[in-house]
């Protein structure tokens, strides 16, 4: 729609002089800087705690850092304590038996301190991913014929 076809009305109702203009962008910038700057304190945050996971002395951080790393503690705490839930939850009837995970061997791992240590460091954000991600799990080899599943 032209400018022109507007009424005044509508004109004046979006109309924005350059002083208000340049606050809502200098706004913007402010909120975009504060969201960075809470990411990359988390970010540090979760290198340090992985860093204390390799045997870095506590008795080396400042206050700031022990704040930080109580928030680190406390959600990867959370995070625990939900996959343990999901972990208690009897699973749906699987289509095959290779998907099966015993309540023995979950057991274990929740007693497993290296499994924690493991999972904190794969788990800190850096896109490592689990699992094959090429391929459909078959054995690419394979022609279908019955020969090859003895």
């Given amino acids: 729609m032209r400018y022109l076809s507007f009424t005044k009305y509508e004109r004046l109702k979006k109309f ?7 606050i809502r962008k200098a706004d913007k910038k402010e909120e ?6 809470k990411i990359n304190e ?5 290198l340090l705690f992985n860093q204390l996971m390799e045997g870095k002395s506590i008795n080396e951080l400042d206050a700031r850092q022990m704040k930080g790393l109580l928030k680190v503690f406390v959600a990867k705490t959370a995070k625990i304590n939900e996959r343990k839930i999901q972990l208690e939850k009897p699973p749906n009837p699987p289509s095959n038996n290779k998907n099966v995970i015993s309540t023995s061997l979950v057991e274990d791992l929740l007693n497993d301190g290296y499994f924690f240590e493991t999972m904190a460091a794969i788990g800190d954000g850096s896109g490592t991913e689990i699992g094959p991600t090429e391929g459909n799990d078959t054995n690419a080899e394979d022609d279908g014929h019955s020969k090859d599943l003895n």
């Fill in 16 to 22: 924005v002089n350059r002083e208000t203009y340049l």
């Fill in 32 to 37: 975009q800087i504060s969201k960075l700057e």
């Fill in 42 to 46: 988390e970010k540090e945050m979760e």
